[in-house]
């Protein structure tokens, strides 16, 4: 067979080399056919037993999650049974068998293909990569009506001589996942899925190599296939000579060595070559992500993205959160970060995901009546996500940030609210931190262009680099066909980034980033010479950003990422960058 390579997008570090192995979807065997009148409630019937074996299945996996089963699995699982529960699977395929005639599966995939099509309208990468979550709840009923599974062979503790096997699929659900533990499979490749979708993250939690949106791999690689993954760069090798094979064979090697040598800085400080602390800083989903970010060594949570706790929740009914469903969330995150900072950012949903509503999508999504817009036109929700996380505050230090704001009035109407959410506490006779740090996500060029109004009356930044970069430059960064055009060192990306970091450290306030960029260390010298002393990122990438700066001498570095800043041609930039990498 002759060799051939996919390009996805890469999502976990490291490689992986095996054996395929192909996990067929359910969906794939589904028949159509109309029933008789008569057949009608039977296959009503046949569908709701369906449903209730896969809540027993979800309540079977969740109680005999192992104790070292990484948060997020049990985290996906309860957002599939909430799903699973919701009237739009549970309820509404009934009335299509009912009303159509269609046979329970047809309903059923009817139903999923309707939200899948709302849920590619929204904007946020991060909300819609849960469509998959409906995809696969959908999925679990389809194997159980057909009779299909997925038959994974039992392979424990392979010897060295035996192929680790790397699983291939359109898509992967969390549940699912948890027959891979224990077994000799050591990467991921499907076909569906972004940066922010269940297998990326949990892929990134287990710190298993995985490619995801490769589009059609489980269609072109062959069951027993060999395969590599690079998960650096998202390729996935088919078939790689023997050569190539070799390669990265000693790549792979030469990574494990090095990441266990990282393992031994997990007690070290941050701190430069020149004696320069920098506190590097978590981003979690979950409160149980707090495990991870306290082994990887974090100093706190720099970014907690409240917005998990409203997911699963879709439907024409929505039921939010209850304030004490969320201050139960963010107190467990406070408590188990025992004493170090926990930062909190409010709400991040808007017109173009609208929680389950039935409304009609903006044209422009992404100019829309997103997160801080869209919580000012909801108070009462506001009101009710401010005392919840002010609440938790009286457990340990919170710091409260406001996404997308770039206006005066919306900072002061968002300080108001804050002062009602505490006064309404007082009269509950309820604790909370009077003096809780509250910052903005600098994520809109306008807010990057007019820092004085933020400065004048917050008490920290936080640089939200994705969305910065994603409206400077006018491009949808999920969007494959304008890909290529994300470019963190354009120079207008430095500009705003070296200004916002230059003005806080001015006027004596932290300045953090929390996108990607904080974790990618090919920028980590770069962000280093520009000042930045706070960087928070997924706990994976924290030991690999330490060692950069443990090897880094600001008085070094300094007046070349300064230099940087004054060119425009990407050439010029480029090799500025390698010439900082090797100082």
Not at 34 to 48: I, K
Not at 76 to 93: R, Y
Not at 237 to 259: C, D, F, G, H, N
Request: hydrophobic content about 45%; some cysteine.
């Amino acid at each position: 067979m002759a060799s051939f390579s996919l390009h996805g997008i890469p999502v976990s570090r490291g490689i992986a080399i095996g054996r395929a192995h192909l996990l067929r979807p359910a969906a794939l065997d589904v028949k159509h056919y109309l029933l008789p009148e008569e057949q009608v409630e039977a296959e009503v019937l046949r569908l709701s037993t369906a449903i209730a074996t896969v809540h027993r299945e979800l309540q079977a996996i969740w109680k005999d999650l192992p104790p070292d089963a990484p948060s997020e699995l049990g985290a996906f699982i309860d957002v599939h049974a909430l799903i699973l529960s919701d009237p739009i699977i549970s309820e509404q395929p009934l009335e299509i068998i009912r009303s159509r005639h269609y046979n329970a599966e047809w309903a059923l995939l009817t139903q999923i293909d309707e939200l899948s099509a709302q849920f590619d309208e929204i904007e946020d990468a991060y909300l819609r990569e849960r469509k998959n979550d409906i995809r696969q709840v959908g999925e679990r009923i389809l194997k159980v009506l057909t009779g299909s599974a997925n038959s994974l062979p039992v392979v424990f503790a392979p010897e060295e001589s035996t192929p680790h096997m790397i699983i291939v699929a359109h898509d992967i659900s969390p549940a699912d996942m948890l027959q891979f533990r224990d077994r000799a499979f050591v990467g991921f490749v499907t076909d569906l899925g972004g940066q922010n979708s269940h297998t990326a993250i949990v892929a990134r939690s287990l710190d298993i190599p995985a490619a995801v949106g490769m589009s059609n791999a489980s269609t072109l690689i062959n069951q027993d296939d060999w395969v590599i993954i690079d998960g650096d760069a998202g390729i996935v090798i088919v078939a790689p000579a023997p050569i190539v094979l070799e390669q990265y064979r000693e790549t792979q090697s030469r990574l494990l060595r090095e990441r266990k040598k990282l393992g031994k800085l997990k007690k070290t400080p941050p701190i430069t070559k020149d004696g320069t602390l920098i506190h590097l800083l978590a981003n979690i989903e979950l409160p149980e992500d707090c495990g991870g970010a306290l082994e990887a060594g974090a100093a706190g949570v720099g970014l907690f993205r409240s917005e998990f706790l409203f997911m699963g929740r879709t439907g024409q009914a929505i039921k939010l959160p209850s304030e004490d469903e969320q201050f139960e969330s963010y107190r467990k995150a406070v408590i188990a970060m025992k004493g170090r900072p926990v930062t909190i950012r409010t709400l991040d949903v808007g017109a173009d995901k609208p929680l389950g509503k039935a409304e009609e999508t903006a044209l422009n999504p992404a100019l829309g009546l997103r997160a801080i817009r869209y919580c000012l036109s909801e108070p009462q929700m506001f009101l009710t996500q401010l005392r919840a996380i002010l609440r938790a505050s009286a457990y340990g230090p919170i710091n409260l940030l406001i996404p997308m704001l770039s206006h005066a009035f919306e900072i002061d109407q968002s300080l108001v609210m804050i002062e009602q959410a505490k006064a309404q506490l007082r009269d509950a006779k309820k604790k909370f931190d009077p003096n809780i740090p509250v910052g903005a996500m600098i994520e809109i060029p306008a807010a990057a262009l007019t820092l004085p109004l933020f400065i004048k009356r917050l008490n920290f930044l936080s640089i939200g680099t994705n969305d910065l970069i994603q409206y400077t430059l006018a491009i949808d960064r999920v969007d494959h066909e304008v890909a290529h055009l994300y470019n963190p060192l354009h120079p207008a990306i430095l500009y705003l980034l070296s200004t916002t970091i230059a003005a806080g450290a001015k006027a004596g306030i932290p300045v953090a980033v929390c996108g990607e960029t904080a974790g990618d260390i090919k920028l980590t010298r770069l962000l280093l010479g520009l000042g930045l002393r706070e960087f928070s990122m997924h706990p994976a990438q924290l030991l690999a950003v330490k060692q950069e700066i443990l090897n880094t001498d600001l008085g070094l570095i300094e007046p070349q990422a300064k230099k940087i800043l004054r060119y425009y041609e990407p050439a010029a930039i480029a090799e500025a960058m390698e010439r900082l990498r090797t100082l």
